[in-house]
């Protein structure tokens, strides 16, 4: 699949550079904007309503936009109604509810939170992010109690970057079992704090110059790190274990000509214990005629590498693994999309500059029972959206199989056709 014309699904009036898909109500959460700059662009994060719309085609609603005032959400991460924003080098906690009419009213009584409907919203200071849903829905007086609403509210601000020049946080991971927030930023240093209470736990540095991605195993054992210094580091706690060499099988690469770019951990099916981690490759500097990227993967408990691969000449701006781990999602800096399997590490889907400029965040649709009711016929679906403001779907049909009764059938008749075909050729031959 080449260069073609993919349809956004969604286009926001910012710059997007963030999206997650909660597993709990199926909700699309895309964030981004336009930061301090009195541009006239907001800073806001969208709550979408996805549908799939006949067997292939999706359609996404916006049901609310909760305003981040002057401050653009740079990275996102959500886990059990909960969001975390990353602000300049603060993360902002926010908790989400997707509640009906009737709820959204006692919500609304807080002062902290906008809901949409007939209710009357009363918003925070900063928060005027459901004027636009509202004014876009025009008017909702006749709205049934059952709609859907969407709340905000503010939780707690935390210091996650103490860079004196220009702090930033370049990622935010909640831990797979939610017990634990995971922050990294331009100062190189990765900060823990235990969820819900939000004390700290750990506050160590792990890179020279900026964290660019982390990831954490399942029962929180490891935590891998990538930084712009070409090193990839697996911890124990805040205690270095080990730091991984993904070219030492390949000698013709010298070192510190590429950097990590993205890790992250994925599940094996019908695997239950097995884990793999990947992890992107881009060059260090910029050439006439660029090299390729790589994309590699790891035993996920010794940390050896098993198989490396090109993934084109298009500079990797982000990734994203499937729940279940079967599929890699890439996008780049040009604006491609492409999907991967994981096990042989080869191409199954793209689309060259699907988005006019960087791709920023992917997400696959996850396999829980509200993801699996709008993946219709297809084997996987992704989002991606884009510095562009568009958000678009990524969808991968079913491959046909022929069920095993069937090859097994065939297969006998084959067997009994040569048999009759020699005993035609050669009388008496059985």
């Not at 590429?258 to 992890?279: H, N, P, V």
Request: with cysteine.
């Amino acid at each position: 699949m080449g260069k073609q014309k993919v349809p956004d699904l969604y286009r926001a009036p910012f710059p997007l550079y963030s999206i997650k898909v909660d597993p709990n109500t199926g909700l699309v959460i895309t964030a981004g904007g336009g930061g301090a700059s009195k541009t006239g662009i907001k800073n806001a994060v969208h709550f979408l309503d996805l549908q799939l719309v006949g067997e292939h085609q999706y359609s996404a609603s916006l049901l609310h936009s909760h305003d981040t005032d002057t401050r653009a959400n740079m990275n996102l991460a959500i886990g059990n109604g909960v969001m975390a924003a990353g602000q300049d080098g603060t993360c902002c906690l926010m908790k989400f509810k997707h509640c009906t009419q009737k709820e959204g009213g006692k919500a609304a009584k807080d002062g902290n939170s906008v809901q949409q409907g007939n209710t009357r919203r009363r918003a925070g200071k900063g928060d005027r992010g459901g004027e636009d849903g509202a004014a876009a829905s025009g008017d909702m007086s006749d709205m049934k109690d059952e709609t859907a609403h969407i709340s905000v509210s503010g939780l707690a601000e935390l210091q996650s970057d103490l860079n004196p020049q220009d702090p930033l946080q370049k990622v935010v991971r909640f831990s797979p079992d939610l017990s634990l927030l995971l922050t990294g930023g331009t100062d190189g240093y990765v900060r823990v704090w235990e969820f819900p209470s939000l004390k700290k736990k750990f506050d160590f540095k792990v890179h020279e110059g900026e964290v660019e991605d982390l990831d954490m195993s399942p029962g929180n054992k490891h935590l891998v790190t990538v930084g712009r210094d070409f090193a990839c580091s697996v911890w124990s706690g805040n205690q270095l274990a080990m730091s991984l060499k993904w070219n030492e099988t390949m000698p013709q690469i010298a070192d510190k000509t590429y950097r990590y770019m993205a890790c992250r951990f994925g599940k094996i099916e019908d695997q239950k214990d097995a884990l793999r981690l990947y992890t992107v490759q881009i060059p260090h500097k910029r050439d006439r005629k660029p090299p390729p990227c790589y994309l590699t993967k790891w035993d996920g408990k010794s940390f050896l590498p098993m198989l490396t691969a090109p993934c084109g000449a298009e500079v990797i701006s982000s990734m994203a693994v499937s729940d279940s781990g079967t599929f890699l999602g890439l996008g780049t800096v040009t604006g491609s999309v492409a999907i991967y399997i994981a096990f042989s590490l080869q191409k199954l889907y793209y689309v060259q500059e699907s988005h006019g400029i960087v791709v920023t965040d992917l997400a696959f649709l996850p396999d829980s029972l509200k993801g699996r009711n709008i993946k219709g016929n297809n084997e996987t679906a992704m989002l991606s959206v884009a510095v562009d403001s568009r958000c678009q779907m990524h969808a991968v049909l079913n491959r046909r199989s022929f069920p095993v009764w069937l090859v097994l059938f065939f297969c006998g008749l084959m067997v009994v056709g040569i048999v009759l075909l020699l005993q035609y050729l050669f009388p008496g031959f059985i």
